[in-house]
């Protein structure tokens, strides 16, 4: 993901947070898509230690590191102005009923 540069404005964006990459967390381990032969399969590795993943309950949820890298990088380099961002919801049944692997 390109670093955005210093700007004042409005920062707009329509669905953007569901469409980022979310990580699969399970009971210490995290769940990852690897390529075998033409398939893409899950595999797992050990969850590390100290990983902000790490400090979630364990009850095999998602967690979107890359919307906080989002956050960290429009609230660094916003000199002035406004973030809107619209997401339409859903109930936490839902969300988590579709799981959304890129």
């Known amino acids: 993901c390109d670093s955005l540069q210093p700007f004042v404005g409005v920062h707009f964006s329509n669905e953007l947070l569901d469409a980022m990459p979310v990580r ?5 381990v995290e769940k990852l898509v ?3 032969g033409d398939k893409f399969v899950f595999v797992e590795r050990p969850l590390r230690q100290g990983a902000p993943a790490a400090r979630l309950p364990r009850d095999d949820g998602s967690f979107n590191q890359a919307a906080l890298d989002w956050i960290d990088d429009v609230a660094s380099n916003l000199q002035r102005g406004y973030v809107i961002t619209i997401d339409y919801g859903r109930s936490g049944g839902e969300f988590h009923e579709r799981i959304q692997v890129r």
């Open 24 to 28: 699969l967390i399970g009971d210490d």
């Open 34 to 36: 690897d390529l075998e």
